[in-house]
């Protein structure tokens, strides 16, 4: 059974500085990696999406990376902005039971204060 | 403007009664996912549908029902049955392609509250 894990669950930094948040899973045949963001009482917005064959993708001050024989993704956030305080998500696609399916990490809670 | 729409934002059930969701997409995508999410744990899939007419149950489907009669549209009844329905629910849509590697969208969310 896939299982995802997010290191740390939650975070707190000063604006400005340079950070990582982490994601890892159990299985490593996976078909794709996404990383949304949530705000309080909001629904997912999609930030990025790796593909299995893919090693990273950026977006802006964002870049994910993916190492799927190791089980890991990381999304770098460069320069945060108090607008950046969310939760972050990661959820792996692989199939499970009859079909695909995606499995989430609990997300990172980010507070960048000004 | 395309996007997912959820409806309501906001709902009250009793204990007893059926409740039902709304989602609509104007994507044009062929696939539909039903979540919950509760405080402290990840996203789990209710149900989902990879075509008009045809339906599965994800993780958590007890208690609940789902329909899907037109493309862009794909409710979510909350059945007495469920013993804990307080949470919030989440709709997402993307493109099948029978592959794995599709993108999920995901709606603003309905939060329920059973009183």
């Known amino acids: 059974k896939q299982e995802v894990t997010q290191i740390p669950a939650a975070l707190s930094v000063p604006e400005g500085e340079n950070l990582v948040l982490n994601c890892s899973f159990t299985?490593?045949?996976?078909?794709?990696l996404q990383w949304f963001r949530q705000d309080p009482g909001k629904g997912l917005t999609s930030l990025l999406l790796?593909?299995?064959?893919?090693r990273e993708q950026t977006s802006g001050r964002l870049n994910a990376s993916l190492d799927k024989s190791s089980g890991r993704s990381t999304l770098y956030i460069a320069a945060s902005q108090p607008g950046d305080s969310a939760t972050y998500l990661c959820?792996?696609?692989?199939?499970?039971?009859?079909?695909?399916?995606?499995?989430f990490g609990k997300g990172t809670l980010l507070t960048v204060n000004p | 403007d395309g996007g997912i729409t959820q409806s309501p934002k906001y709902l009250f059930r009793k204990e007893g009664q059926n409740v039902t969701l709304s989602c609509e997409q104007n994507?044009?995508?062929?696939?539909m996912y039903w979540y919950r999410q509760d405080p402290g744990q990840g996203l789990r899939l209710i149900y989902y549908?990879?075509?008009?007419?045809?339906?599965q149950k994800g993780d958590i489907a007890e208690g609940y029902s789902v329909s899907r009669e037109k493309k862009e549209s794909f409710p979510l009844t909350v059945t007495s049955a469920q013993k804990n329905p307080t949470a919030f629910y989440l709709c997402?849509?993307?493109?099948?392609?029978?592959?794995?590697?599709?993108?999920?969208?995901f709606g603003p969310g309905t939060r329920l509250t059973v009183l």
């Open positions: 997402a849509s993307s493109i099948f392609r029978d592959r794995g590697d599709d993108e999920q969208f």
């Open positions: 299985d490593s045949a996976i078909y794709n």
């Open positions: 790796i593909q299995s064959s893919q």
């Open positions: 959820a792996v696609s692989a199939f499970g039971g009859s079909n695909y399916k995606l499995t």
């Open positions: 994507l044009n995508h062929d696939a």
């Open positions: 549908s990879q075509i008009v007419n045809d339906f």
